[in-house]
């Protein structure tokens, strides 16, 4: 069983039963993975000061075919910023388990270090997740009115989509699947 240890935050923390905690993490060697934090309560309790949504921590980890959190070391403070619930949403929604992307990694750990989420931040993301022309220059086409040019500046998440600022004000959407882009 390889034992793996790498930088991490965490994008959601749910509650199992009244022992087990499953924490999904994006990790800087494995990507984003689920883990299991078992039983032993007090190792569950230790690690969810440390572990909460947000956090930047040094996690060690079990491949048992599924992962098991051994122990996690929150690194420096928690971002406290609404917006970054947005950004971990977006996150976890548009990454795939188990596959590592240092460029993804690296962008996301310096957000989360200046608590700071600019449009042109998800820009960036979406150019290196491929769902954009990676210039920035590149005149953007809306999914929906297929107009081009700068009013595309939205991001729709659940549909995967670009959308300018007429059709995102047409439709009802929940806020919270809709960044910004510029
Ligand atoms: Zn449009």
């Known amino acids: 069983m390889a034992e793996e240890y790498t930088q991490a935050f965490v994008l959601r923390k749910d509650v199992r039963n009244d022992k087990d905690s499953l924490y999904i993490l994006y990790t800087q060697k494995l990507g984003k993975v689920s883990a299991i934090a078992k039983s032993a309560r007090k190792v569950t309790s230790k690690l969810s000061g440390h572990l909460s949504p947000g956090r930047l921590v040094d996690v060690r980890l079990i491949d048992k075919g599924s992962f098991q959190l051994l122990d996690g070391l929150s690194r420096g403070n928690k971002c406290r910023e609404l917006e970054v619930l947005r950004f971990l949403n977006f996150i976890e ?10 460029h993804v990694w690296h962008i996301a750990k310096e957000v989360l270090e200046r608590c ?7 820009r960036e993301l979406v150019g290196v997740m491929g ?17 081009k040019g700068a009013q595309v500046n939205h991001f729709y998440i659940p549909d995967i989509v670009l959308l300018c600022s007429n059709c995102v004000t047409g439709v009802r959407i929940d806020t919270n699947d809709l960044v910004k882009i510029s």
């Open 116 to 122: 700071q989420i600019e449009p042109v931040v998800y």
């Open 131 to 147: 769902f954009a022309p990676i210039q920035k220059g590149e005149a953007l086409t809306c999914a929906k009115c297929k107009k």
């Open 93 to 102: 929604s548009m990454t795939p388990y188990n596959q590592p992307d240092s």
